[in-house]
């Protein structure tokens, strides 16, 4: 299967790799989203497999896949709640930075460093979860790449993705508030021209042969500095779950 990893799009996060878990450092953005995130993946895999997220390791039994995992941010609490966890990333020096952080934490993570394309060619067991979290907007052909996301889940599977919105506001925030007013990011790391709207995102899953059940939007409040879920507001950050028939 050809590729569709973006050597250039690599590059940047292979220059980041040593900041994963510095809170304050150029991944502040995701650390500010992940409990919101983690709140939207943990309710959907709750609901669709049946889970009681009061329980013990709610998660266990599941097999879930964390693909562009980086520093293990989503790897690590999925693996508290008891999923067994494959993290891979295409950017090599991740991993690295990955594994150590989950020794450090008294964690087992499968971490590669491989693509979502040479997973499926392979004969890696399918898995109940795929997250798919800001990946799709650095990729060089995303129907590819979430065709094969499709063939790396279960039948009854469940895959999360989330992105980032094409429009006036979403390159006015994403772009110059994130990367040159509130200096959160470096410059460049995003390309606008490759953000996706929640509707060309359906299409695309629908294309790959998974069937979308639901999307909400990550909303930041600049007066709290805190990020919620919205069902109305999906003009930046929004996420997507869709399940394999």
């Not at 990893?5 to 940047?12: L, P, W």
């Not at 990946?135 to 065709?147: M, Q």
């Not at 039948?155 to 989330?162: Q, W, Y």
């Not at 919105?165 to 509130?182: D, H, L, Q, T």
Request: charged share 25%; net charge negative.
């Amino acid at each position: 299967m050809t590729t569709t990893v973006d050597a250039a799009e690599i590059a940047k996060f292979e220059a980041m790799a040593a900041e994963w878990w510095d809170t304050n450092g150029k991944f502040k953005p995701l650390h500010m989203l992940n409990p919101c995130r983690l709140d939207y993946i943990t309710q959907q895999i709750a609901m669709e497999f049946d889970r009681d997220l009061t329980q013990p390791e709610p998660f266990k039994g599941l097999r879930l896949l964390d693909i562009g995992c980086g520093g293990g941010l989503l790897a690590e609490p999925m693996t508290r709640l008891g999923a067994t966890v494959v993290g891979v990333d295409a950017a090599e020096r991740n991993i690295p930075v990955a594994q150590l952080h989950a020794e450090q934490s008294g964690l087992e993570i499968d971490y590669r460093c491989t693509t979502a394309e040479d997973l499926a060619a392979s004969d890696e067991p399918r898995f109940d979860v795929v997250l798919n979290m800001e990946v799709v907007e650095h990729v060089a052909d995303p129907l590819a790449y979430l065709t094969a996301c499709q063939q790396l889940m279960k039948s009854g599977g469940l895959m999360i993705c989330s992105t980032l919105n094409r429009n006036p506001k979403s390159f006015v925030m994403g772009i110059i508030g994130a990367e040159y007013v509130m200096r959160w990011l470096p410059k460049g790391t995003h390309d606008w021209r490759k953000f996706i709207t929640p509707d060309e995102l359906f299409q695309l899953i629908e294309q790959s042969g998974l069937t979308p059940v639901d999307r909400k939007g990550f909303q930041f409040n600049p007066v709290t500095w805190k990020w919620r879920i919205s069902a109305k507001d999906l003009s930046v950050n929004y996420v997507t779950a869709s399940i394999k028939r």
